[in-house]
């Protein structure tokens, strides 16, 4: 096969590519449907799990660390984007008329946006202040799967090799 004869059928395929686009839709463009995209969503989990599993997931915890400005920076920053993240998925619910903007209390705000930007904000601190609990939480999953499996040998190996526990985190 010639190179120009590659280069004519990869423009056909990529006509026909961008006909079920157009078709089809499924495109989540900015300026659109903002939604965040299964990259971010990921990251997200990691930096949670970076908080959950300090060491275990995310950076290396330096014998020395300050654990408070490491937490604070990392709370910080999965705080910021986590409020995004449900700004944008908020924003999308509310122009889409979404069953779920019947949980939504606007009240007197004329800047819808204002208002979804306030809510996810809140959101997003109601749900890092259950971190500690949910650490808890995690710490007898781990616990109880290291308990229930005579080969695990320490609950570190529960934590970095159980695909169980790792849902069962993410699901948290």
Known sequence: MTNEDRVGRLRK???KVVESYQDLGGINRLGEKNL???PAVVAILEELLAIIFPGYHGDPVFGDADLE???GGRLDRLNRHLTQMIEQTLVFCYQKG???TSLWD???HNDWRGALSVMARRSSL???EQLPDIRRLLDTDVE???EGDPAATNTEEIILCYPGVQAIAVHR
């Open 13 to 15: 395929l990529t006509d």
């Open 36 to 38: 965040p995209s299964q």
């Open 69 to 71: 400005m490491l937490v």
């Open 98 to 100: 979404c069953n779920c």
């Open 106 to 108: 606007l009240g007197a």
């Open 126 to 128: 109601d749900y890092l």
């Open 144 to 146: 109880a799967a290291f």
